[in-house]
């Protein structure tokens, strides 16, 4: 039954199915052709998949990103942003990566981050001078750090895959979140003093306080809702349900920006986006299911044990195979399909689950920007509309500095861990 579950997904993938469709048909293949198992265990592991308090979080932190993004949240983000950094050399590229950082502790989305911030800076950085190379590169790639930082959604669904702490998977995604976000901005640092055009502006410490003042409900939503979950007030899940009654109070009550119209729109859109995960959470679990009756999660760590491989040797073979997945998958299906695998792998080689939890995460955030099908591409070719070749250039230099931004979260385990324990 082995070369069925490895084999059948890959050719079923090359053939175009769809995620769900191609893990649910594997099962059914397998399970008919190699076992005695009566399908209807395929419907129970399919409602035992969803059926799990902490996945509510999923569609609220969705509808509560498409709230603020929508309104002027961002607008104002990007203004305080501005005032902070303005003045420094690079301080439009700065500010993209500034605003991606702190949108990213609202939406936990990429795709809506670059919507959001996009529109904003983008034309800001054509008038400016930006080569419209550098400028779809970083925006797309920046887009990512949203998934580093916490509350993610790539973190809730890896938690509930490997059985580990939401609340801590967020806590250590802090660490790595900022050092993608600070080696970006160092790139941006280095490179902008060879540019010729000038992008700064004076600073202004009363653009600044007005700045601060109209941004005061917009950082709020960060402090709600990842206080409440660092100081054990609310669970995640509890925390997401709050930042949706924030978001809809400070768009609709004290900016006045969205109707009823809007709100309806956003709750349409958050259905269709959450049927969309969940239809791959319910046949990933099936999938998984199989994985483990099998054996073969089982099997492959013994292997890897006999080999006695170092534990970098070992992270070094999972990132590069991760890399490669998140080329082609979203983050969602890779980590809802390949965790149960990958979970034996690291436990075997003696690594933390909640540091290989952040591992996994950057390795798909990278993939989200990453030619050929990123997610990030396809986002930023769709709002813009240059020619992919375009934004394939810009991405390079973002791909490879991001490459050694993996290095340092993979080896130095203390930038995940460390301020974990000191919260917890």
Not at 58 to 64: G, Q, S, T, Y
Request: hydrophobic content about 60%; aromatic content about 10%; some cysteine.
């Amino acid at each position: 039954m082995a070369w069925v579950v490895v084999v059948l997904p890959l050719a079923l993938l090359i053939g175009g199915f769809p995620i769900f469709l191609l893990l649910l048909l594997t099962t059914v293949i397998a399970l008919l052709a190699f076992t005695g198992v009566p399908l209807t265990q395929v419907h129970v592991a399919l409602y035992g998949g969803i059926d799990k308090f902490p996945l509510l979080a999923v569609p609220f932190f969705l509808f509560a990103g498409e709230m603020m993004a929508r309104g002027s949240m961002a607008r104002r983000i990007v203004d305080l942003m501005l005032a902070i950094i303005g003045a420094v050399r690079g301080g439009l590229a700065l500010s993209v990566v500034g605003t991606s950082t702190v949108f990213g502790a609202l939406s936990g989305s990429s795709v809506a981050t670059i919507g959001a911030v996009g529109r904003l800076l983008y034309p800001r950085m054509k008038a400016a001078g930006y080569e419209d190379k550098f400028s779809f590169g970083l925006i797309t790639a920046a887009g990512s750090i949203d998934i580093m930082i916490p509350p993610s959604i790539s973190m809730i669904l890896y938690s509930i895959a490997a059985g580990q702490s939401i609340t801590q998977m967020f806590m250590a995604g802090i660490g790595p979140g900022l050092v993608m976000a600070a080696v970006m901005a160092l790139y941006i640092l280095i490179v902008a003093r060879g540019w010729t055009f000038v992008d700064t502006e004076p600073w202004d410490l009363w653009r600044l306080v007005r700045a601060l003042r109209a941004s005061g409900w917009a950082l709020g939503a960060p402090v709600i809702i990842l206080g409440g979950i660092y100081a054990g007030i609310v669970s995640p899940t509890e925390a997401a349900g709050i930042a949706c009654v924030y978001a809809i109070f400070v768009s609709m009550i004290v900016y006045r920006e969205l109707g009823l119209r809007e709100l309806w729109e956003i709750s349409v859109s958050t259905v269709y986006l959450t049927a969309q995960v969940m239809i791959i959470v319910a046949a990933a679990a099936v999938f998984s299911w199989l994985l483990t009756i099998s054996g073969a999660p089982q099997a492959l760590a013994g292997a890897i044990q006999d080999l006695k491989a170092a534990p970098w040797a070992v992270l070094l073979a999972i990132n590069a195979v991760l890399l490669v997945v998140g080329c082609f998958i979203d983050p969602t299906s890779a980590i809802l399909v390949l965790t149960p695998l990958l979970v034996p792998l690291v436990q075997a080689a003696g690594v933390d689950l909640i540091h290989f939890g952040i591992i996994m995460t950057l390795n798909l955030a990278i993939g989200m920007f990453t030619p050929p099908f990123g997610l990030n591409i396809f986002m930023t070719q769709a709002m813009f509309k240059p020619k992919v070749e375009l934004i394939y250039r810009g991405l390079v230099p973002f791909i490879i500095i991001n490459m050694f931004t993996l290095a340092l979260v993979t080896y130095i385990p203390e930038l995940s861990l460390y301020l974990m324990r000191k919260l917890s």
